[in-house]
């Protein structure tokens, strides 16, 4: 798979270079450069094929050039064990596609797990290795820890806000032979993210600790979220005969982009819902509007390290073929003041717990009706986090407790002995300096 960056088609650069040196010099986000026609192996798999299966074939198809199908096979089977996202059937024409049955209940577990298994193969590649930082609030930080932990070639630090390290595992930490430093600044996850952002922003510490990203900046995080749609299709095709729609809470659109790049990758698909963000929107005919695009590429600040979004990669896909884009992306207003009578609806209609972003998304589907016909068509509804993460605001909305599965019991626990540093990037920096050492 060759990679452009959205500032400069003419760079190319291998998903190698994409991953391990993931910030391109000209402030964009790197992008497929060219689509990938995976229908014979997309027709090929069925509802008897493994997630992991389908992810390494997948891998073999799209990185052939750079990854043996018995190593893509290995980084599947590593990343994922057993593990895959769960498909549900809500009624004849709405299904569920959930994706928090990754060892934390985080949507970003199995993406995490890709990313980490993938970049361990580069590393032994090239007999060398790098270090991850990332700005962290206590689920993410869960999530990213249980993919990189015990990687022999992967090193991570999790930046927190002061008092938020909470059910990581201290076998894993560098203190006690493991791969992984926690540290607490004192302040905000804002304050975080700006101390993440100063270290990758100097590129010459970027070189001298290998940092690379672990969030969808880097395309090795996004990629296999590409593998969600090919996986609920193979579920749900015996099961329906008209359009098939995928609904996608927004958060910072790497979901969408994912299921996008499955549809320049051949996948059967008639359009994607999203509830609408300031990023974007559509006017009173329906026609996409992205507000970042008012501003030319070249007059834009650099993609964000810390705190990325994927409108860019979004623009990207249909700059060729604006029209494209209407007929395929339907954003909706969708209040966030919503989310419990939207929790409870998703309730009383299938007996199920959803999260807010889930919430938002249900509300997209609602008011998409008028654009979709479900007399024919199905919509898949993909479920992010885990409901046990807000149970109290789905107790709130439903009147029913939520069940905290047991493999959670332990992630509101506090974890002593954490260092705490001024939110001062020089202190970051020592300890990159420390940990190489």
Same mark, same amino acid.
């Given at each position: 798979m060759e990679l452009i960056s959205t500032r400069d088609a003419s760079r190319i650069v291998s998903f190698h270079q994409a991953v391990l040196d993931c910030i391109p010099p000209d402030g964009g986000l790197y992008v497929p450069a060219q689509e990938e026609d995976l229908r014979r192996w997309i027709m090929f798999m069925d509802d008897s094929t493994s997630f992991?299966?389908?992810?390494?074939?997948?891998? $073999? =198809?799209?990185?052939?050039?750079?990854? $043996?199908?018995? @190593? +893509?096979?290995?980084?599947?089977?590593?990343?994922? !064990?057993?593990?895959?996202?769960?498909?549900?059937?809500l009624d004849d024409h709405v299904f569920s596609l959930e994706l928090h049955t990754g060892p934390t209940g985080c949507h970003k577990d199995?993406?995490? *797990?890709?990313? !980490? $298994? =993938?970049?361990?193969?580069?590393?032994?590649?090239?007999?060398?290795?790098?270090?991850?930082?990332?700005?962290? #609030?206590?689920?993410?930080?869960?999530s990213l820890a249980a993919a990189v932990a015990g990687k022999e070639r992967l090193r991570l630090v999790l930046v927190y806000p002061k008092e938020h390290v909470r059910g990581l595992n201290p076998e894993t930490f560098v203190s006690n032979g493991g791969n992984i430093w926690p540290v607490e600044? #004192?302040?905000?996850?804002?304050a975080a993210e700006d101390l993440v952002r100063a270290v990758y922003s100097d590129r010459s510490l970027v070189e001298k600790f290998n940092l690379t990203l672990a969030n969808t900046m880097n395309i090795g995080r996004l990629l296999p979220q590409v593998f969600f749609y090919m996986y609920a299709f193979t579920r749900i095709r015996k099961k329906i005969?008209? %359009?098939?729609?995928?609904? @996608?809470? &927004?958060?910072n659109y790497g979901n969408l982009v994912a299921g996008l790049?499955?549809?320049?990758?051949? *996948?059967?698909?008639?359009?994607?819902?999203?509830?609408?963000?300031?990023?974007?929107? +559509? %006017? =009173?005919?329906?026609? +996409?509007?992205?507000? #970042? $695009?008012?501003?030319?590429?070249?007059?834009?600040?650099?993609? #964000?390290?810390? &705190?990325?979004?994927n409108l860019e990669r979004l623009e990207q896909v249909f700059e060729l073929n604006p029209r494209m884009l209407r007929g395929l992306v339907y954003p909706m207003d969708v209040s966030r003041n919503l989310v419990p009578d939207l929790m409870l609806d998703v309730y009383r209609k299938y007996g199920i717990f959803v999260d807010s972003d889930t919430a938002l998304a249900w509300g997209a589907i609602t008011a998409a009706g008028d654009r979709i016909d479900y007399d024919e068509a199905s919509v898949v509804l993909v479920s992010k986090d885990h409901p046990a993460f807000e149970a109290g605001t789905i107790k709130r909305a439903c009147g029913q407790p939520v069940k905290v599965p047991d493999?959670?019991?332990?992630?509101?626990?506090?974890v002593p002995g954490i260092t705490t540093i001024p939110a001062d990037v020089e202190q970051l920096k020592k300890v990159l300096v420390e940990m190489g050492s």
């Open positions: 992991s299966s389908i992810a390494g074939t997948l891998t $073999s =198809a799209l990185l052939k050039e750079e990854f $043996s199908p018995v @190593v +893509c096979e290995r980084i599947a089977g590593k990343a994922f !064990a057993g593990r895959s996202p769960e498909i549900r059937q199995f993406g995490f *797990l890709w990313f !980490a $298994s =993938a970049l361990e193969h580069l590393l032994i590649m090239d007999t060398t290795t790098a270090t991850v930082m990332a700005a962290v #609030d206590e689920i993410t930080g869960r600044i #004192d302040g905000n996850l804002s005969m008209g %359009d098939l729609f995928y609904a @996608v809470p &927004a958060g790049y499955g549809w320049k990758f051949s *996948l059967p698909v008639n359009g994607f819902i999203t509830n609408t963000t300031s990023g974007l929107s +559509c %006017d =009173a005919r329906g026609n +996409c509007l992205f507000m #970042d $695009s008012l501003v030319p590429l070249k007059e834009r600040g650099p993609a #964000d390290p810390a &705190a990325p979004s493999f959670m019991e332990d992630f509101s626990r506090p």
